[in-house]
């Protein structure tokens, strides 16, 4: 009679073995291509005193998601710069609305100095402010879901595709391409203009001299 122990010895060795593990799948390749670093970086001109201009080398070795990312984030910086740029200059110049901004504050009582007139905002305005720039955010990523191809899925960085944001009127509809691309590239200019015209006003404000020239009250 056979003892245990050598009935455990006998056991037939596939019984023994222990299945191995089903080796992972390999991971899907991806089903969309993002317009190119070089595509991207072509237009407008970014040479500046002979060289590409790029002083911190972001775009040196990026991927072609990352440089478009940075050309849409760079058009998004360049509206925002426009519109205040304009508003810093428009309520200087003292224009206002009629009626009340809040209850009890008038817009002809707000300050014409650009800072003076962001801090006589109360706060609750503020706050509606960036609620409606966190669903504008919102919504144009929505949109380029939606409404095309994604600035990172092959679509062109920069596009506004948010209904009646930036061309409430339909004026652009019957442009061509070849306009439409031409009009992006002055866009990113002026963006990148009024960028450095917004921070040497806002520079002037908050340090006295720092700005050669401008010596009126900002």
């Given at each position: 009679?056979?003892?245990?122990?050598?009935?455990?010895?006998?056991?037939?060795?596939?019984?023994?073995?222990?299945?191995?593990?089903?080796?992972?799948?390999?991971?899907?390749?991806?089903?969309?291509?993002?317009?190119?670093?070089?595509?991207?970086?072509?237009?407008?001109?970014?040479?500046?005193?002979?060289?590409?201009?790029?002083?911190?080398?972001?775009?040196?070795?990026?991927?072609?998601?990352?440089?478009?990312?940075?050309?849409?984030?760079?058009?998004?910086?360049?509206?925002?710069?426009?519109?205040?740029?304009?508003?810093?200059?428009?309520?200087?110049?003292?224009?206002?609305?009629?009626?009340?901004?809040?209850?009890?504050?008038?817009?002809?009582?707000?300050?014409?100095?650009?800072?003076?007139?962001?801090?006589?905002?109360?706060?609750?305005?503020?706050?509606?402010?960036?609620?409606?720039?966190?669903?504008?955010?919102f919504h144009d990523?929505?949109?380029?879901?939606?409404?095309?191809?994604?600035?990172?899925?092959?679509?062109?960085?920069?596009?506004?595709?948010?209904?009646?944001?930036?061309?409430?009127?339909?004026?652009?509809?019957?442009?061509s391409e070849a306009?439409?691309?031409?009009?992006?590239?002055?866009?990113i200019k002026n963006?990148?203009?009024?960028?450095?015209?917004?921070?040497?006003?806002?520079?002037?404000?908050?340090?006295?001299?720092?700005?050669?020239?401008?010596?009126?009250?900002?």
């Amino acid at each position: 009679m056979k003892r245990f122990s050598d009935a455990a010895v006998e056991a037939p060795a596939e019984e023994a073995e222990v299945a191995a593990p089903a080796p992972a799948p390999a991971p899907a390749a991806p089903t969309y291509t993002c317009q190119s670093a070089a595509k991207t970086l072509e237009s407008p001109n970014c040479l500046e005193f002979g060289s590409f201009w790029d002083p911190l080398g972001l775009s040196e070795g990026a991927s072609d998601e990352v440089v478009a990312w940075y050309r849409h984030a760079e058009v998004k910086h360049g509206r925002v710069a426009m519109a205040a740029f304009v508003g810093w200059c428009v309520v200087g110049a003292g224009f206002h609305l009629n009626g009340e901004l809040s209850h009890g504050l008038n817009f002809a009582d707000i300050p014409k100095a650009g800072l003076a007139a962001w801090d006589a905002t109360p706060g609750k305005g503020k706050v509606q402010m960036l609620l409606f720039a966190g669903l504008i955010e919102f919504h144009d990523e929505l949109f380029h879901s939606r409404r095309g191809k994604h600035y990172l899925r092959g679509g062109v960085p920069g596009r506004n595709v948010v209904p009646g944001l930036y061309d409430p009127f339909g004026l652009s509809v019957n442009r061509s391409e070849a306009d439409l691309a031409r009009g992006r590239d002055v866009e990113i200019k002026n963006g990148r203009l009024a960028m450095i015209g917004f921070i040497g006003m806002y520079s002037a404000a908050m340090i006295k001299g720092s700005i050669p020239f401008i010596t009126w009250d900002v």
